[in-house]
Structure formats: C-alpha cells, structure tokens
C-alpha cells in the first residue's frame, strides 16, 4: 500500500525520514497536497505492507492511503 504522512514540523519529517531509512522503508519527502493540508507543508510517501499505527509517532498529524491519483482516504489523524 502507498501512504501519504503529513506532520505537525518539518523536523518530524526529517526524523521520521531517518527512522524508515533505518528500517529500509524507502521515503520520499515532498509538499504536502494542498487537498490534504496546508500545515507545515512537507509530507512523506512510503509504500508499506505492514500495519501502519506501527509506523505513528508524535510528530505525525495524519495518515492517508492513496487510492488513486488526488484519492486519499484518511487512515489515522492525531485530532479525531
């Protein structure tokens, strides 16, 4: 599955960058998509199999899977 993660700070993007390189999950960090938030304006892109609340931490505001292009469907956010 293909996920976007979008965070509170860019330095939660950087760190959780260094944490899925650390588990050889690759991570492309890049500008958040304006349809999903305009908060710190950076977010992260994996392709993960496994159960991702595994993969949450503090610093992640939301998470979505990409359904397909412009599709997301929110699979955790810290506020609800």
Not at 50 to 69: P, R, T
Request: charged share 20%.
């Amino acid at each position: 599955m293909n996920y976007t993660i979008v965070f509170f700070t860019h330095s939660g993007a950087i760190k959780f960058e260094k944490k899925m390189s650390k588990l050889n999950i690759a991570c492309l960090l890049q500008p958040v998509p304006r349809k999903l938030s305009s908060s710190c304006g950076i977010c992260a892109r994996i392709t993960y199999e496994g159960n991702i609340k595994d993969l949450i931490e503090a610093e992640i505001e939301s998470i979505y899977k990409d359904i397909s292009k412009n599709q997301y469907e929110m699979m955790y956010s810290q506020g609800a």
